[in-house]
Structure formats: structure tokens, C-alpha cells
């Protein structure tokens, strides 16, 4: 999530507040300082996510020598977006008969090839509500399909209706036009000239 910053949550799940809150609890690295030495700092609004591992070395070595892909445009790069994302959620199954699968590989129909490295990461339960939503597998994987469809285009409901707006002008713009050329270029264009 490199591309979105702790900002973009502002009036959408949280108030200012509350992301203030979040970030006093996060730790950022910044610097250089005078010294030319790297420091850390409390995280602020205009920081983008902090990342869970330092380098792709460590990725690569918590996650079985997969490297973990960014997650902020993923759902624009998939076909199927936020969809894909849903059903790749929740389609762990063990494999049909015929079907083996590699040490380390998880059986998944919805992966390209059915075979992917990251284990099954939502159970029925894992997690409690606030508003007592029933925390089953596909109700989880329905937030985080939303959150990361949201994530790619945070801005594309100010965007639409921007288009919205800007469709009505023109056709406004249009309709005065059309009458404005009809009924006073009209009889101009349309009288006859004789030389006689």
C-alpha cells in the first residue's frame, strides 16, 4: 500500500482524529538529520502507509521466497477487480482428484495456473465487529475487496461527479448554442440575395 497516505482515510472510515490517534502509535523512518544519520519519528498524516517489511529480502523471507506484490492498484490490474479479488479470497478448496499440487502451494481454482503460495488468510471468527456483523470468511473478504477497489481510485467519486458536472454544463452549453444558431444565424442564412 506504498501509494496511499494515512490522509486518504480522512472522512471515509475515520475521522482526523482518529487517524491522528494512529499514527502517534506508528513509527516512521526520516532523515537524513544534520548528521547524515536516518531517525525515527512518530508517523503523520501526509506519510503513506508504513510498510510491514524492511527491504524485499525480509519479504522474500517471511513469505516463503515469494515476493508480496503492492497491494494499492491491484485491484485495477486484475480484470475482474474487486471481483477477482473476492473470489481468489475465498476459493481455497482442497485439489479434485488428478490434481497435484507443488510442496508449499496452496490449491486455489481462481489463481491463474490453481496453484498460490499464500495460505488461506480468512477464518470464520477471526475478528470481532463493532457493530456485530457476523465475521464470516466472505463478509472479510467483501471489506477487503471494497477496501483495496477504494484503495486504487480514492478519488473517483469526486471524479465522477466532477464528470457529472461537467456533462450538465456542456449540455446547457449545447442546447444555447443550437437555439442561438437556429433562430439568429437562421433567417440570415436562409434570405436570398439577388442582383438585379
Not at 35 to 49: C, I
Not at 78 to 98: H, I, N, Q, V, W
Amino acid at each position: 500500500m506504498n501509494l496511499l497516505a494515512y490522509r486518504n482515510l480522512k472522512d471515509v472510515c475515520y475521522t482526523e482524529d482518529e487517524i491522528k490517534e494512529m499514527c502517534e502509535e506508528l513509527e516512521v523512518e526520516d532523515g537524513p538529520n544534520d548528521e547524515g544519520e536516518m531517525f525515527d519519528r512518530p508517523a503523520k498524516l501526509s506519510d503513506h502507509f508504513v510498510a510491514p517489511y524492511k527491504n524485499e529480502e525480509e519479504a522474500r523471507f517471511s513469505n516463503n521466497g515469494a515476493y508480496p506484490p503492492d497491494l494499492s492498484l491491484i485491484a485495477k490490474a486484475r480484470m475482474d477487480k474487486e471481483d477477482y479479488l473476492f473470489a481468489l479470497l475465498t476459493g481455497y478448496r482442497e485439489p479434485p482428484s488428478g490434481i497435484s499440487v507443488m510442496p508449499g502451494m496452496h490449491y486455489n481454482p481462481y489463481f491463474p495456473g490453481g496453484q498460490i503460495a499464500m495460505p488461506k488468510q480468512l477464518m470464520d471468527g477471526m475478528l470481532d465487529y463493532d457493530d456485530g456483523t457476523p465475521a464470516t470468511a466472505s463478509q472479510m473478504a467483501k471489506d477487503v475487496s471494497v477496501f483495496l477497489a477504494w484503495a486504487a481510485e480514492p478519488t473517483q467519486d469526486e471524479r465522477k461527479l466532477m464528470g457529472i458536472k461537467w456533462i450538465s454544463c456542456l449540455a446547457v452549453a449545447a442546447a444555447l448554442t443550437g437555439y442561438y444558431k437556429r433562430f439568429r444565424w437562421g433567417p440570415l442564412k436562409s434570405r436570398r440575395i439577388s442582383y438585379v
